[in-house]
């Protein structure tokens, strides 16, 4: 059972998520609104929130990851992972988060309320995918009182490295960002009985071949980035890891985001926000378009 999550002064922690919803009025019209353009069911969160009225303490962690094509989540008492379950919708993670989220819960037998981090990969990636995962995470925490935790995707993708064999001692994390460019990271290997890869420099966007070309000899490259620039990735003459291990996983999410957790790394639900690294298109062409238009203005 966690032991280190703080309620608020004075709350037992056998409350149920019900009365929460009932307290804070379901979902804000905010919340709602962003539901919808993420393209997930204000109704489908209720379902989820509302599917048991257990008081039940809270002993589960959540974790989500929606950053690329493979979606998945995980739930498990502490570091421990029950069960990490996949989808693969072709990006289309708002139709099928919440019911799996919901499926999983319910095969083992946990409430909503019982659930007492939410932890989410928060990017870069798919800056649809992020937000939809985000946005649930936010929600989900909001409608139960659970605390929330970002975990940097390069980061979740790295520990991928860890079933390699024999483990690099660096990691080239690389994702596409289109435009010919990557979003990337090095990671270097560190620790004794229990070994991780931790950041050697902030995610950023890169061109690869540059990026490349500044990594140690012997760094290992993966990320599904690879795939998207072979010929970048291949005249480095650099060690390429299996396919298998590209994948962000939500197992992995709960591992780092509880450790954060424990830490005291969380965040507020309300300021829970995906890592994009460049502005997203969408919002490009829209400034594109609207300075464009004062200047037209202003030449009248």
């Not at 997930?40 to 379902?47: A, C, F, V």
């Not at 940097?152 to 994702?175: D, K």
Request: net charge neutral; charged share 20%.
């Amino acid at each position: 059972m966690l032991q280190n999550h703080r309620f608020p002064p004075g709350q037992d922690h056998r409350f149920t998520c019900r009365a929460v919803w009932r307290e804070r009025g379901g979902l804000s019209t905010k919340a709602s609104v962003s539901a919808v353009e993420c393209g997930l069911s204000p109704t489908g969160l209720q379902s989820v929130v509302m599917a048991t009225d257990t008081c039940a303490p809270r002993s589960h962690v959540l974790a989500i990851e929606t950053s690329g094509r493979l979606g998945s989540v995980a739930l498990g008492p502490g570091p421990d992972v029950l069960e990490e379950r996949a989808f693969n919708v072709a990006l289309n993670h708002a139709r099928e988060l919440l019911p799996t989220i919901s499926g999983l819960c319910r095969d083992h037998g946990v409430s909503p309320g019982q659930i007492a981090c939410v932890c989410v990969s928060a990017g870069p990636g798919s800056f649809t995918g992020l937000r939809v995962g985000v946005t649930c995470a936010r929600m989900l925490a909001l409608a139960t009182g659970a605390a929330t935790v970002a975990v940097p995707t390069l980061e979740v993708i790295a520990q991928n490295a860890l079933a390699a064999a024999p483990r690099p001692n660096h990691v080239a994390v690389l994702l596409d960002a289109k435009r010919k460019r990557v979003y990337a990271a090095l990671f270097r290997r560190v620790g004794g009985a229990v070994e991780r890869y931790v950041a050697v420099d902030n995610p950023a966007e890169h061109d690869p071949g540059e990026f490349l070309a500044r990594c140690p000899a012997g760094a290992a490259i993966l990320g599904e980035g690879v795939a998207y620039h072979r010929d970048a990735v291949e005249a480095g003459g650099r060690l390429v890891l299996p396919e298998a291990l590209n994948a962000a996983r939500a197992g992995v999410v709960l591992e780092l985001g509880f450790a954060a957790w424990q830490d005291g790394q969380s965040t507020p639900p309300r300021e829970l926000t995906p890592v994009y690294v460049r502005r997203p298109e969408a919002e490009e062409v829209w400034e594109k378009r609207r300075q464009a238009e004062c200047t037209h203005d202003g030449s009248d």
